[in-house]
């Protein structure tokens, strides 16, 4: 079974970038069919796509959020990537990482907040 | 605001059936699979039905799903203490080219 597992700062100060690693485990990003994804939940608010990529590097981002985002992937280390840019407090979110097969985000990360305050 | 329209909150008492519904238009929910998800508290969303009313293995069929049209509710039959929990409709949209969540119901079990 596929798990996945966010990792980065909890703490980001308002115009800088927030930086996230999601570890993918039980299986390979490089084996294809998956999209590799970003979802965040605003405090006690519902769910926002972010982006996702696929293994070849090929990415998707959701029009609201397109001009900050950047998601890379590292298929050596099985590792994805969030970079969010001049982020303000209503990037305070909790950030998941899944795994989208095109119809359903099938496995989530734990999910981890990250709060942006100076 | 949310691209798809669900209440923000629906409760029942053990034993009970519950709808929750799911708005949305013909470029979303009218041209696409609709996907349930449930949320524990605390925790991350889990799949809970998908392509309108299929159940991954290990959810229980107390939970069905189904849609028509512009809209789709799921259901929830011999509501359970352990039911309680926040639940999302989602689907694509090919306005958006990308993938789309109601707001969330809130369930509480009485």
């Known amino acids: 079974q596929v798990q996945l597992q966010e990792s980065g700062p909890g703490l980001v100060k308002p115009s800088q970038t927030l930086s996230l690693t999601c570890t993918v485990s039980?299986?390979?990003?490089?084996?294809?069919?998956?999209?590799w994804s970003w979802i965040r939940q605003h405090p006690g608010k519902g769910l926002e796509w972010i982006g996702y990529i696929y293994h070849s590097g090929s990415t998707h981002y959701n029009p609201s959020l397109k001009s900050r985002v950047t998601i890379s992937v590292d298929t050596s280390k099985n590792q994805f990537s969030l970079k969010l840019s001049s982020v303000t407090a209503a990037d305070t979110a909790v950030y998941y990482c899944a795994e989208y097969s095109g119809n359903s985000f099938d496995y989530w990360g734990q999910g981890t907040l990250v709060t942006v305050s100076s | 605001q949310s691209v798809l329209t669900q209440p923000p909150s629906a409760s029942g008492t053990p034993g009970q059936r519950v709808t929750i519904s799911c708005s949305g238009s013909?470029?979303?929910?009218?041209?696409?699979?609709v996907y349930w998800y449930q949320q524990l508290p605390g925790t991350a969303p889990k799949l809970l039905i998908y392509?309108?009313?299929q159940r991954p293995s290990g959810v229980p069929d107390r939970f069905s799903g189904s849609k028509s049209g512009t809209s789709a509710s799921l259901a929830i039959s011999g509501l359970r203490s352990e039911d309680e929990a926040d639940y999302y409709c989602?689907?694509?949209?090919?306005?958006?080219?990308?993938?789309?969540f109601g707001g969330g119901t809130k369930l509480t079990v009485l």
């Open positions: 989602a689907t694509w949209d090919d306005s958006l080219s990308g993938p789309v």
């Open positions: 392509r309108n009313n």
């Open positions: 039980g299986g390979s990003i490089s084996s294809g069919g998956y999209y």
């Open positions: 013909s470029s979303n929910i009218g041209s696409n699979y």
